[in-house]
């Protein structure tokens, strides 16, 4: 394989006159990682998916396969039928939806605050996030239980939107002012000497130019809320309440006894993530470096 | 408000939902240690070191503080090296790096309960599991994988390491576009080799963004729970479970909230100490 793309006209124009042997041989290189690189990627993804179109009777056929003999939607119309998945992945998609709103709102308010205004304790405040954004929820794990039940709010998507929002809102603060920074103030100033308040000059003016910030963030929030398993094992476990996560540690094993429910409710579980990290990875690594380098 | 104080409208109500339940909390947890509250309880009292004691003591210690040592460090050593050559790699200027990035970073975006649950399948003790098919290949007899302490370790160590790789991928890569073009080009005019070029050019700066990998990936293995509780359970026995997994099963499994929390604390520590180093690199850049 690597053979033929190196014959590629583009291939040998780069080399021209001056490319030696070694060079060549380091391309071959490069490309025979990629196959490897890929394969391993790939590989453990590609037989879920594929599993998921398998007849269940293949499925469970010895040997195994690897590519279906015949692609069969019937185990995703089974998971949405006979499963609570769909229950699952509308608690998941409305606790994402307003950890999401709540996240970026806060955040990115916050965000313009430290990046505009000079004020004592500004960079004490912005360090202690930086630590905060460190401490992860396992060691939290006990007292989030204890504060819940406190609250009454044990069993409840709000608790959980609550915690995300808190634990998100961070590393929003540090991506978001890192962009703001790079918008010029002097955008600020012309809509103030205009009569506009700071909320407005935010609201009409730095938010509407926050996209490319706002998708790494956002996609950031948007990944861990969906993904999060060890806050909601622990606050929000009873069935009508699980997410994604929970249902299908807790859950599926009762829901049927037989695993090729799983390819498909993987999938389904999946999907949304990588909708999204096709739109997203364009501003991914720019907007992770900042927030991990500043 | 007067106009002094105006960033406080923007600024407090971030600043205090993040306090309110992530700093609180992790104050509140330290106190509960001290104490000897059982989720099975109403009642609990001071009680000052005695579940630190109790800690010190406790017959499992050495298993659990060995295997999240294995862990931490395999994971570690692992997700350095090979983000570091796969950065390398996809910073090449090869056709189709953009697509290769991509696949690369696609591990980090599955959920870390479908990557257990996945590599579970994976390594399915029946004959029909994947890894079982591929040996039988080779001739060789299905085996159990999950129940060989030693294996399972393994098999947790790469699953990890599989998920989790992305990220020191992407904060490499990002290190790499901080490195002067102008460098390379002049060592190329001066006759360096390419390997001269990544020993003498590349690696020193890259070392930095090296530092803030070490410390994200040593935190984040320490506190991980994710795999080992929805892969092994920190099975067979107790061969796999690591100390942020022993918070999850004292408090929630054996309702020993005090004694989770002792747990949580001692990591609390590890966490402040490496929070600490890492603000100090971000300093002396």
Redesign the interface.
């Known amino acids: 394989m690597s053979a033929d793309?190196l014959s590629?006209p583009?291939?040998r124009r780069r080399s021209g006159p001056g490319m030696s042997r070694r060079t060549l041989l380091?391309?071959a290189l490069?490309?025979l990682?990629?196959v490897l690189?890929?394969l391993?990627?790939?590989l453990?993804?590609a037989?879920?998916l594929l599993g998921s179109f398998k007849n269940p009777s293949e499925?469970?056929a010895?040997?195994?396969t690897f590519w279906p003999r015949d692609f069969t939607w019937t185990n995703y119309a089974d998971v949405i039928k006979r499963t609570s998945l769909p229950i699952y992945l509308t608690n998941t998609a409305i606790v994402t939806l307003f950890t999401m709103l709540f996240t970026l709102g806060?955040?990115m308010?916050?965000a313009?605050?430290?990046s505009?205004?000079d004020?004592k304790l500004k960079n004490v405040?912005l360090?202690?996030?930086?630590?905060?954004q460190?401490?992860?929820s396992?060691?939290?794990?006990?007292?989030?239980?204890?504060?819940m039940d406190a609250l009454g709010l044990l069993n409840t998507r709000v608790a959980l939107i609550?915690?995300y929002?808190?634990?998100n809102?961070?590393f929003t603060?540090w991506i978001m002012k890192g962009y703001f920074d790079t918008l010029p103030r002097s955008l600020d100033e012309a809509a103030v000497i205009d009569g506009a308040s700071?909320?407005r000059v935010?609201r009409s003016v730095i938010a509407p130019l926050s996209l490319p910030g706002l998708s790494a963030a956002g996609f950031l929030v948007f990944?861990s809320s969906?993904?999060e398993?060890?806050v909601p094992?622990?606050i929000a476990r009873s069935r009508d309440v699980a997410v994604?996560?929970v249902g299908?540690?807790s859950f599926f094993g009762m829901d049927t006894s037989a695993?090729h429910y799983?390819f498909a409710a993987?999938v389904m579980?999946?999907a949304p993530?990588?909708v999204a990290?096709l739109f997203a990875?364009e501003y991914?690594?720019?907007g992770?470096?900042s927030g991990?380098?500043? | 408000m007067t106009k002094r104080y105006q960033y406080l409208f923007f600024v407090a109500p971030a600043v205090i939902i993040v306090l309110g339940m992530t700093a609180y909390p992790a104050i509140y947890g330290v106190y509960v240690s001290f104490t000897n509250l059982h989720l099975a309880f109403p009642e609990s009292r001071f009680v000052g070191f005695a579940n630190y004691v109790r800690l010190f003591n406790w017959p499992a210690l050495p298993e659990v503080l060995g295997n999240t040592a294995i862990f931490v460090v395999a994971v570690g050593v692992l997700q350095l090296a090979l983000g570091l050559l796969i950065a390398l790699l996809l910073d090449l200027k090869l056709r189709g790096r953009r697509l290769m990035r991509s696949i690369a970073i696609l591990p980090w975006v599955i959920p870390g309960i479908i990557v257990a649950l996945m590599f579970q399948q994976v390594f399915n003790g029946s004959r029909l599991g994947v890894m079982n098919t591929f040996i039988g290949y080779l001739g060789l007899e299905s085996r159990s994988w999950f129940s060989n302490p030693s294996v399972a370790m393994i098999i947790m160590i790469l699953v990890l390491v599989w998920r989790a790789t992305p990220l020191s991928i992407m904060l490499q890569l990002s290190g790499l576009q901080t490195v002067p073009r102008e460098l390379y080009e002049a060592a190329g005019i001066d006759g360096a080799s390419p390997l001269q070029m990544l020993r003498y050019i590349t690696l020193p700066s890259l070392k930095p963004i090296m530092l803030i990998n070490v410390i994200m990936v040593t935190s984040g293995t320490l506190n991980h729970v994710d795999i080992p509780l929805a892969l092994t359970g920190g099975g067979p026995g107790r061969a796999t479970e690591v100390l942020a997994l022993s918070i999850y099963k004292q408090g929630f499994e054996v309702l020993d909230a005090a004694y989770a929390s002792t747990i949580s604390t001692v990591i609390l520590v590890v966490n402040l100490v490496l929070t600490i180093v890492y603000l100090r690199v971000l300093r002396y850049r």
């Open positions: 793309l590629t583009r291939a380091r391309s490069g490309y990682l990629y690189l890929g391993v990627v790939l453990p993804l037989w879920v499925i469970f010895f040997p195994t806060f955040g308010l916050a313009y605050g430290f505009r205004w004020f405040v360090v202690t996030l930086l630590i905060l460190l401490m992860p396992t060691v939290n794990i006990v007292p989030y239980y204890l504060t609550i915690i929002t808190a634990t809102i961070p603060i700071p909320f935010f990944l969906w993904s398993f060890l094992l622990v994604m996560s299908l540690y695993y799983a993987s579980s999946t993530l990588l990290y990875q991914l690594v720019s992770l470096a991990a380098e500043k």
